[in-house]
Antibody, heavy 118, light 106 residues
Framework: QVQLVQSGAEVKKPGASVKVSCKTS????????LNWVRQAPGQGLEWMGW????????YYAQNFQNRVTMTTDASTSTAYMELRSLTSDDTAVYYC???????????WGQGTLVTVTS | YELTQPPSVSVSPGQTARISCSGD??????GFWYQQKPGQAPVLVIY???ERPSGIPERFSGSSSGTIVTLTISGVQAEDEADYYC??????????FGGGTKVTVL
């Protein structure tokens, strides 16, 4: 079955960077894009952007354009999301989710909690 | 949010819960629905306005009219208590989420 397994929780200081991984299995990695979505504590879902494993193309939400990088590694069927210049506002659970037909997201990874604290 | 949902809906067991999601993009684009239980990742329950993924109970259904999509849970069960998010895409391909609706089973 299709599975997305993310890396473990992270604690970072303000100004640092974090890189979250999302290892996929159960489908042809190159055939589906991957989205990244975050959820601050007690808040709703916020889309961060999308990456194509086929050609490396990316599309970032305006809120993150200047400090996020999304990449993929086809040799390990893994996607990565790096967020720089962290502040306490970036404390959130970060999810990867497979893109279906550039329309919907299914399935989702289990989430990675990133805590930014001094 | 460009997609607007009610913050909360309360329903008694066995009754019907309806959650609306409104937004101009919905007149041209499909709506999708996700269920999120506490501490868990979202799960797709409806795609393309009204299609139900395999494994999702038949009591979940979706509909669309104009700029509104609606998620209906018929015969609500205690296990349906969760947050529900609608989702669509805009003309540039950005993913849009509604603010979420907390469904409480009384």
């Amino acid at each position: 079955q299709v599975q997305l397994v993310q890396s473990g929780a992270e604690v970072k200081k303000p100004g640092a960077s974090v890189k979250v991984s999302c290892k996929t299995s159960g489908y042809t990695f190159l055939s589906y894009g991957l989205n990244w979505v975050r959820q601050a504590p007690g808040q709703g879902l916020e889309w961060m952007g999308w990456v194509s494993p086929y050609n490396g193309h990316t599309y970032y939400a305006q809120n993150f354009q200047n400090r996020v990088t999304m990449t993929t590694d086809a040799s390990t069927s893994t996607a990565y999301m790096e967020l720089r210049s962290l502040t306490s506002d970036d404390t959130a659970v970060y999810y990867c989710a497979r893109d279906v037909s550039k329309d919907w997201l299914d399935p989702w990874g289990q989430g990675t909690l990133v805590t930014v604290t001094s | 949010y460009e997609l607007t949902q009610p913050p909360s809906v309360s329903v008694s067991p066995g009754q019907t819960a309806r959650i609306s999601c409104s937004g101009d993009v919905l007149s041209k684009k499909y709506g999708f629905w996700y269920q999120q239980k506490p501490g868990q990742a979202p799960v797709l329950v409806i795609y393309k306005d009204s299609e139900r993924p395999s494994g999702i109970p038949e009591r979940f259904s979706g509909s669309s009219s104009g700029t509104i999509v609606t998620l209906t849970i018929s015969g609500v069960q205690a296990e349906d208590e969760a947050d529900y998010y609608c989702q669509s895409t805009d003309s540039s391909g950005s993913v849009l989420f509604g603010g979420g609706t907390k469904v409480t089973v009384l």
